[in-house]
C-alpha cells in the first residue's frame, strides 16, 4: 500500500535524530528559564491590559514544536487546532478550579506545558517560513467571505446593528451560553443548578458548549477581563465572532482541500482546485447557517474541516497524529457533538488504510486515541445520564437550510470515481476518501431511513448531518486534483515556464468562481435576471436592510437603565405576540434571567401595548400576560409598556398578583 508523501521531516516508522543532550544542569537551566517565563510574561501582559498578545504566542509555540506541515500557513492551522482541543481538554479542569478562565493562570498553565513538553521531547522551536502561492487563495477566501458578511454592519452603531443581531431567537440563546460561561468561568454542566438561571432548561446539561467556552476564552483574553461588561456591546462582540467565525470555516475548506491534494499538487492546478472549493464553499447555502443562528455548528464544521484532511493525510509522526486525531475528537464533539460520527469513522478508516505504517505504535497509539474519545464523549454522556430524551431530540423539528441534495450527492460521487481510478485505488488517500464517504453515506442513510420510519420525514438533524457531510466532500475534492497533469515547460522546471504556470493560474482561478460561483465578471446576465453569485445566500446577506429596529433600540439606549440585574422583563412595545414575546426574551436575557425563556411562551397571545385595542383583545392578552408572570418566580417582574394608556389600565388589572411586585 502506497503511502503519502510527507512534508514534515519526521517520517513515520523512521528513527529520527535527537540532538546531542547537553549538560545535564544546563537542560534544566533552561527548563526553568522556560517556566519562570511562561509566568512572567503573563502577569506583565495582564497588567497591562494586553493579554490579547498572548493569542499568537501560544499558537507560534505550539507551531514552533510541530514537525507537521511544509508551509507556515499549514503550521499555524495545525497548532491552532491542537490549541483548541487542548483548551477544550483544559476547561474541564478551568470549571473546577477556583481562578475559572483568568488569564494569567490560563496562560501559565498552557505555556508550561508547552515549555515541558519541549524540554522532554528535547525539540527545539523551529517554524517553517516557506509561504505557497495558492495561500493567497485561502485567505482570499476567508476575507471575500469577512467582506460580505460584515458589509451591512459598516458604519452601524451597536444599536444600529440590533436588526441583525437579533434576526433569529436562537442566537439569543448562544449568547446566553456564553454571558453564563462568562459568569461562571467554565462549561455549564457543572454548574447546573446555577446555570438555570442564566440560560432556558435544559440548555446548561445538554447543549454542547465548546464553541461559547472557545469565543468566552478569546473575549476575556481581548478585554483583558473574565466579566462580559455592558450586556449590549458584549452581545455585538459575540455576533462579530460568529461572523468572523464563518469567514473561517470557508477559508478553511479550501485550506482542507489543498492538504488533501499534498505538496504534489502545484501551479495553476492548485489554484483550479482551490477555486472550486473556494466557489462551491461561499456560493452554497452554507452562508444562510449565520442568518439562522446555527452558531454552534459554524465551529463543528471549522474543527470538522481540518480534522477530516489530517486523518485522511496524516503527513506526520505518529506522536503528532495521536495528538492531531485526540484534538479532532474534542473539538468536534464539544462544539456539535453529531458531526463527531464523520471524525470516528475517519479514525476507523484510517487504523486499516494505514495500519503498516501504525504498526510500530499502535496500541500506545489507540490508546491515546481512546483516553481522548473518552474526554470527547464526556460532556454528551452527562446528559445521556441525565433526563434528557435523546430519541424525542434526534426527531425534533426546527428550521433548516435550504440544501440541494443533488450537490451532495453529486460531490460524493465524483470523489468515489476518482478514488476507484487505477491510478489511485492503491494510495492511502485515495482508500482513505473512499471509505470515510462510504461509511459518512451510510450512517446518513441508516439514520435518514430511522426518521423517515418513526416519523415519516427527514428534519432537523438529518439535514445537520447532511451538511457536515457536504463538508467532507468539499475538502475530499483535494483529490481530484491530482487527476490534473502538468504542462509545457512548467512539467520540467517551473524557472523556464514560469509565465505560462501564472497565467494558467490566473485563468484557473477565473475558471474557477465562474462555474462554481457564478461570478460573471462584468458580463449581463440573460434577460436581466440576477447571476448565481447574486442570488447565494452570502451575497443576499450582504444586500440585507435589517428591518426596523425602533422598538430594540429604545430598549437598550432607554429602557434597559430602569432594568435591575437579576429581573424579570416583559417588554410590550408592538400590539404584535411574537414581537413582545421575542424582544422580551432579549431583554430577560440582558438582565441575565435567560432561564426564564421558558415561561415566556404565553407572551406569543399577548396583542397590547403599542396603541390602544379593542376590550375583547385587552382582556385576554391581559389574562396571558397574568399566566405569563404567574409562572415566574416570586420577586420583582419589570414590565415595560409603550402605550401610556395601556400601561395605566396594567397597573390596575395586574395588582392582585401575588408574590409578585409589576
Known sequence: MASQLSES??????????????????????????????????????????????????????????RVGGGLLDRLVIATFVLCGS???????????????????????????????AWVGRRAPRLPWRFRTSDLVIIGTGALVWHYIHHPLIGRSSTGRLPFVLSI?????????????????GFLFFHQESAKVLVPTPTEAVYPQGSHFLLTWFDIFVRSNTATGDPTAAYNRYYLYVLASFAILCALIVWGARWIAGPRLTGWRTAAVCTLVAGLAVASPLGGMVKVGFDSQISGLIFLAVAIPLI????????????????????VAYTYNILAVFVGIALVVA???????????????????????????LPSLMSVMGTFDVEAQAQARGMVLPFDRSLLLGLALLIVLVALLAGRRRTGVGMM???????????LGVFGAWQMHTIGSLPYYFEKLATGGF?????????????LRPFGPSAKTFRKGWWIEGVASVVAFAAGLSLFAGIQWGVPSVQAAPTVWQSSELAQWSKEKGGDSTVARILVTRDMARVEEGSAVVTLYTNDGYVNWKLSFFATTLARRGGLAAKYSDLLNVYIGGSPVAKAQYDNSVTSLKHAIELMPAGKVTLLVADATT????????????????
Not at 498552557?110 to 513538553?117: C, D, G, K, Q, R
Not at 473512499?434 to 450512517?443: E, I, K, R
Not at 390596575?652 to 411586585?661: A, E, I, P, Q, V
Request: glycine letters at 10%; one cysteine or more; aromatic letters at 6%.
Open 169 to 185: 431567537e436562537d442566537r439569543i440563546v448562544h449568547f446566553s451560553i456564553f454571558d453564563a460561561i462568562h459568569q461562571f468561568g
Open 351 to 377: 487504523a486499516f488504510v494505514y495500519r503498516k505504517r501504525q504498526a510500530r505504535h499502535c496500541w500506545l497509539l489507540y490508546a491515546i486515541q481512546a483516553v481522548g474519545g473518552a474526554v470527547a464523549v
Open 647 to 662: 400601561a395605566d389600565s396594567l397597573r390596575r388589572d395586574l395588582g392582585s398578583l401575588k408574590n409578585k411586585t409589576v
Open 433 to 443: 476518501m473512499l471509505g470515510t464517504v462510504a461509511g459518512g453515506a451510510l450512517v
Open 87 to 117: 483548551l477544550l481538554a483544559l476547561g474541564l479542569v478551568l470549571s473546577l478550579w477556583p481562578w475559572g478562565m483568568q488569564p494569567v493562570p490560563t496562560s501559565g498553565v498552557i505555556l508550561s506545558t508547552v515549555s515541558i513538553a
Open 312 to 331: 485522511v493525510r496524516p503527513a506526520m509522526g505518529w506522536g503528532t497524529y495521536a495528538a492531531v486525531s485526540v484534538a479532532a475528537l474534542i473539538t
Open 471 to 483: 463538508v467532507l466532500c468539499l475538502v475530499g475534492l483535494g483529490t481530484v486534483g491530482t487527476m
Open 9 to 66: 521531516t519526521e517520517r513515520p516508522g523512521v528513527p529520527q535524530p535527537s540532538p546531542a543532550p547537553g549538560p545535564r544542569g544546563r537542560r534544566l537551566g533552561l527548563l526553568a528559564g522556560a517556566l519562570t517565563a511562561s509566568w512572567v510574561l503573563p502577569v506583565v501582559l495582564d497588567a497591562l491590559n494586553l493579554d490579547i498578545v498572548l493569542i499568537p504566542v501560544f499558537v507560534l509555540a505550539v507551531a514552533s514544536l510541530l
